[in-house]
C-alpha cells in the first residue's frame, strides 16, 4: 500500500521555496490489547462518568477547562479555542542552520519524512546535498494542527526529514533528581570502564540487528492459542552472578570478552601523555582478543 501524506507544506530557505509533503516516519508495531468482558467476550465501551452527580453524562454536556490553579478552571468553547490557533501557513521557514552536532537528541518529538513534487525535485535534491556536505540541520518555525511547532529538518537517507521539537521550557533537568554527581570514581576504576567501552564499541549502529522479543512471545502465544495448544513456558534468562563489587564486575566483564587483565596492580586510564611516551619509546598497547561477532 503506497504510503499516504498527512499534509502539504512549503519548505523555504531565502528565496527558495520547495513544495513538499509530509510522511509518518514511523509505525508503531507494538502489541496491544483490548479489553473484553470475561463472560460474553464483548469489548467493553467506555463512558464519560460525573462523579459529583454521580451519573453517566453525553459528550454534549461537556466544556474544555484549563486549570489555573488546582480545582479552578476557566473554559474555552471550541470557536474560541479556533480564534487562538495560529493561521494556518503552510510555510516551513528555515530560519537559521547549525552542525548537526549542536541538537541533543531529548528535543526531539514526532519524526515526519519528508517527499518532494514533481516540480520541486531539483531544489528539494539540491538542499539535501548541501545540507549533507555541510553537515548541517535547519531550524524552522512550522504550524501543526493550529500549534506553531519548532521544528528541526536534516538530511536523511538520501532525503529530508522533519522532526517536531520540544521547546526549551518543556525539557527537564536533574536538578531534583540525584544523578551521583558528588559519587568518588577511582582511577582504576575508570581504566577498567574505560577498556571495556572500548571492546563493546561498534564502528556504526545497526537497528537491524534487535527485535522486540516481547511482542513476537506474545504473537507466538496467540497462534498456539488460536490452533487450542497450551503455552509452553518460555525458558527462563539466566541470572548474572551477584555483583561483589565494582572492580570485581568489570574485571569478569573484560575476561568473558577474552580481555587479558592484570590481577596483581590497578588498572589506569590510557591518557595523552602516556600514549605520547610509549610512541616515544617505541612500546605498543598488547594487543588482546576481541570476542568474535
Same mark, same amino acid.
Given at each position: ?91 516551513? +521557514?528555515? !530560519? #537559521?542552520?547549525? *552542525? ?5 537528541? /531529548?528535543?526531539?518529538?514526532? %519524526?515526519? $519524512? ?115 495448544? +497450551?503455552? !509452553? #513456558?518460555?525458558? *527462563? ?5 551477584? /555483583?561483589?563489587?565494582?572492580? %570485581?564486575? $568489570? ?43
Amino acid at each position: 500500500m503506497p504510503a499516504r501524506s498527512i499534509s502539504t507544506a512549503s519548505l523555504t530557505f531565502g528565496l527558495v521555496s520547495i513544495p513538499v509533503r509530509l510522511f509518518p516516519a514511523t509505525s508503531s508495531k507494538s502489541v496491544s490489547f483490548h479489553l473484553l468482558h470475561a463472560k460474553d467476550m464483548s469489548r467493553i465501551q467506555q463512558k464519560i462518568y460525573c462523579p459529583k452527580e454521580d451519573k453517566i453524562v453525553d459528550r454534549s454536556e461537556l466544556v474544555r477547562g484549563y486549570e489555573v490553579e488546582k480545582d479552578r478552571y476557566v473554559t474555552f468553547t471550541d470557536e474560541e479555542l479556533k480564534k487562538l490557533e495560529a493561521q494556518a501557513d503552510r510555510a516551513v +521557514e528555515i !530560519t #537559521e542552520f547549525i *552542525p548537526a552536532s549542536e541538537v541533543d537528541p /531529548v528535543y526531539f518529538e514526532n %519524526s515526519y $519524512l519528508l517527499g518532494c513534487e514533481p516540480t520541486s525535485a531539483k531544489a528539494y535534491h539540491l538542499l539535501q546535498e548541501a545540507m549533507t556536505k555541510a553537515d548541517k540541520v535547519g531550524v524552522a518555525k512550522y504550524t501543526m494542527r493550529g500549534k506553531e511547532r519548532l521544528v528541526l529538518i536534516r538530511p536523511y537517507d538520501g532525503g529530508l526529514m522533519l522532526h517536531t521539537m520540544y521547546y526549551n521550557d518543556e525539557i527537564r533537568s536533574f536538578g531534583e533528581i540525584d544523578h551521583g554527581v558528588n559519587a568518588q570514581v577511582k582511577e582504576s576504576e575508570l581504566g577498567l570502564a574505560q577498556r571495556l567501552l572500548d571492546d563493546l564499541t561498534e564502528k556504526k549502529f545497526k537497528p537491524d540487528e534487535f527485535k522486540d522479543n516481547y511482542r513476537e512471545r506474545v504473537i507466538e502465544a496467540a497462534e498456539q492459542k488460536m490452533a487450542g495448544h +497450551e503455552l !509452553t #513456558e518460555p525458558a *527462563p534468562e539466566a541470572r548474572q552472578g551477584k /555483583v561483589i563489587d565494582l572492580m %570485581s564486575a $568489570l574485571k569478569e566483564s573484560l575476561k568473558k570478552r577474552g580481555v587479558a587483565v592484570n590481577e596483581d596492580r590497578e588498572e589506569a586510564p590510557a591518557t595523552a601523555e602516556t600514549e605520547e611516551r610509549k610512541v616515544a619509546g617505541g612500546s605498543r598497547r598488547p594487543s588482546r582478543t576481541r570476542r568474535a561477532r
